[in-house]
């Protein structure tokens, strides 16, 4: 506890010691795309005001004294686009700091009128996207700005409700998603990741306030992401300030702690972060029967830069979490085990960055990130282990990605990845309350594996208006031993110049089988699981600052984790949706994900902004008996409304309502399941029921107070509204005799605080 109190020391000596004015700043830094040199003398004017400035000698600007409020910054140089960064938001006594990266024009037109730039089509992102900066990640009402749930808001993508992380992407399961920070891969970003692949508790690992910038794929991504089938997202954290001391404490949604950033020199910064929950004495009011979980993290990011061709940055992320349900706890929910679950995640990872000349620079990676797991359940009513797992796991990434600028219409990334991975697995699981042998699983292995890849990526601009992708990814490991090609396209043709896109997408996607399955001799060989995904998608700008995306897709997926037969005790789920540990596991599993997704996007402009976002999908696979059945998070369709209205930076009022579909669920025999003492399902009804249907309302209320040295941030914020009873899942209660229901959070009202310094 004392390191706590010696942190929360620095921030209010810090106040004591930091000067800042009224008003606000906005700087940055200007650098060409291609190869990330500064580019000086760029011109930086704030729209519709006479301020601006230059960039100097390393592409920095700095523009002082800016009244409060929202502003569209205008970036240009000479032979470069123009562009253009709406939706500023200047704060008294803060800054904000834009990363621009201009790119050449092949032909510079004059009497070109360039509109303001509220979505960026590049080269630099050829697939489709979508990006949130800072600010947009703050102001995400009801996701308590969680990365997973701000990404959870898209048509894309299915929740679980507000007491989880896990995220399902076009039908996919949680383990396919993938992260990097800064280049760096990360294992999980919840702190309460098991080892089935769920993200228990309403706790991301990832503190956005750390976030520079967010860019999600969904429909489709670059051959220089591998291993996940579903989606990837690319974290970029900030930089620490160059000039001066700058902070802040807040108490928010779940927990509290502080962000500090600074000058370490005149060529290095820093930027750290500390938080801990206080979940527990909420425990009532959020409805957390069956168990509370608690967590603390610390996230850092130092940066040297001896010159602009060189640049090394160091980053850690840390964090432990423990979900402890004991025995009232169990039986309040129905359950007949209890214990507790114990969780430590960390990383620490080099990025270098070189710039060779104008033409390429390389990123090399190299970081070490482990996580450990300890669950032990036992049975209230014998005191015997029903369930226990150790799992330590060790990962060693070293990662690279160069840039190369074949001429003024293209460019090519190519690079290599080598993952070393060493996992240990103590594994006990009661399958039924039999006594006999064959319903126990029982292992306890070290699983080694390393995995090679490399990739290569060209892209061209055809003809000004059509942007084509072509590239191919070589994975190899030493479990398989065989190489695993994946071979991506992806065309965005301008229709109507500046106004409408169409985008083809095809690609090819592996993901290796999970260390837990392979820990277990008795599965035979298991195989990567594939995934082929093809979409047809149009783009088209209502006005500057609204986005209409529309996408068609289908996702086909082979050599999927699954059992071979039917037993009593085995159920005919998909074991890439969970992680569920049976013996004899075999890859000849397939599932198919078709569907239609419809997303608008309103940029903050006229003080208002928000996103309009629905889906119409199926996802479905093929059981042992040749039977098509519903995957665990079939919802069918998903919707939602986010909003905000910002008149000034004093306060801002948003919301967000989301509906989907009913969860697939396997209805539970109640007469064998009393005679049995223990739940018995239809099993040959596996997903065919459902739960009601999901929707709930998030309002958000924040009140800012500016004072001559720091700023007061109040916020009010309330989950479920109206209260709305929705139902995760039913059980068998052997308490009660009767089927019982697990509901996500009731109406939660959270007042918050921040002091900005």
Known sequence: MQIKYIFFTIIFSSLLLCQSDPTGIVKGRVLDADSQLPLVGANIILKSTNIGSVSDEEGYFNIGQIPMGDYTVTISFMGYKTQNKADIWVRPNGYEFLNIKLESSVIQIDDVIVEESYFERSMIKEYQVVSFNRDELRRYPGTGQEISRIINTLPSVASVGENRQDMMVRGGGPTENGFIIDNIPIPSVSHFKQADGRSNGPV??????????????????????????????????????????????????????????????????????????????????????????????????????????????????????????????????????????????????????????????????????????????????????????????????????NYLKLGSRSKMEFGFDLELNETYYDYYRKLTKSELFINEIAFDRVVKTTNYAAFLTVKQNLFSRMILSTGFRLDHNDYEKINLWSPRINLDYEIIRGKTNIIINAGSYNQNPPPIYIANETSNKLKSVNAYQHSLSLEHMITPSTKLSISAYQKEYTNSPILPNATFHNDPTFLFDELRMYNGIVSSGTALSDGLEVLIQKKKAENFYGLVGGSIFNATFTDYNGIKRNRNHNYRYIFNIVGGYRPNTDWEISIRWSYFGGRPYTPINLDASVTADEQILYLDEFNEDRTPDYHSLFIHYEKRYNFQRSNLVLFFEVWNTYNRENIETYFYSRVNENIGKTVYFSTIPVVGLGIEF
């Open 204 to 401: 991301g690992l990832i503190n956005s306030d750390m976030v520079e910038s967010l860019d999600f794929f969904s429909n489709g991504f670059s051959s220089k992401y591998g291993n996940k089938l579903s989606s990837f997202g690319d974290i970029t954290y900030r930089s620490g300030n160059r000039e001066n001391i700058e902070g802040e404490g807040f108490v928010g949604v779940g927990g509290l702690g502080f962000l500090i950033e600074g000058p370490l020199s005149d060529r290095s910064t820093y930027i750290a972060s500390y938080r801990m929950s206080y979940l527990d004495l909420l425990a009532d009011a959020i409805n957390a029967s069956g168990g509370m979980p608690s967590y603390d993290d610390f996230q850092a990011k130092l940066e040297f830069r001896p010159n602009v061709y060189n640049t090394f940055s160091i980053l850690m992320v840390n964090g432990g979490s423990v979900y402890d349900r004991d025995i009232d706890g169990a039986m309040d929910v129905g359950e007949t085990e209890y214990g507790k679950l114990k969780n430590g995640q960390n990383t620490i990872g080099v990025n270098y960055k070189h710039i060779w000349n104008k033409r390429a620079y390389t990123n090399t990676s190299i970081s070490n990130s482990t996580k450990n797991s300890d669950a032990h359940f036992l049975n209230i009513y014998t005191e015997k282990t029903v369930f226990n797992i150790i799992e330590n796991i060790d990962v060693k990434n070293l990662r690279q990605v």
